[in-house]
């Protein structure tokens, strides 16, 4: 889940068969918002960032996608 506006949230979660590690692919989406406030754990991870529109988030949310597929892609 992510949120933009004031302050931008990121909440990724999963369930313990699910490949990636949430607090990993979070880092990767706070880093491209430019925050690096947030954290947890394999299944669970969240984050807060600076304010952002829609876009900047779905960008974020796109890098941590990309880097989960290519974690995906290398296990086939």
Known sequence: MAVAGNRSQLIFCKSESAPGEMNILLRIALREIG????GG???FAQGVG???????VQLAVDAA????????????
């Not at 925050?35 to 947030?38: A, E, I, K, L």
């Not at 600076?50 to 900047?56: I, L, M, Q, S, T």
């Not at 996608?65 to 086939?76: C, N, P, S, T, V």
């Open 35 to 38: 925050s690096q406030s947030g």
């Open 65 to 76: 996608k990309m880097a989960l597929l290519e974690e995906i892609q290398g296990l086939i």
């Open 41 to 43: 754990s394999s299944t």
């Open 50 to 56: 600076p304010p952002a529109n829609v876009d900047d």
